[in-house]
């Protein structure tokens, strides 16, 4: 859990869940936030790039304002998209 939130505290929880979900049904998750320049990048990637610009002091993996897109080619009907705020997440159903 995100300690330093000013909103509600952001469960990462939500993210693995949707990962599991995402690579279970053949699909790959995607995140973009400013970090990456809004350009989507594989959880993986992202989650090697956050480490290296985490310090001792500073615990947030992810940012106020991000999207997940689960991108799925074999079934699109599994391909979703989440939108994470600072204030809700939003689920969009497809890419």
Not at 3 to 14: D, I, T
Not at 35 to 45: A, G, N, S, Y
Not at 72 to 77: D, H, L, Q, R, V
């Amino acid at each position: 859990m995100e300690k330093n939130s000013s909103v509600f505290p952001w469960r990462y929880e939500r993210i693995t869940g949707a990962q599991k979900y995402c690579t279970y049904h053949g699909g790959e998750l995607f995140v973009s936030n400013a970090l990456t320049q809004f350009k989507p990048i594989t959880m993986d990637e992202y989650l090697f790039m956050r480490l290296e610009t985490m310090n001792p002091t500073t615990i947030n993996v992810f940012m106020n304002q991000e999207t997940f897109t689960c991108k799925n080619k074999t079934t699109p009907a599994q391909s979703f998209i989440l939108i994470h705020t600072d204030k809700q997440l939003e689920y969009k159903k497809g890419e």
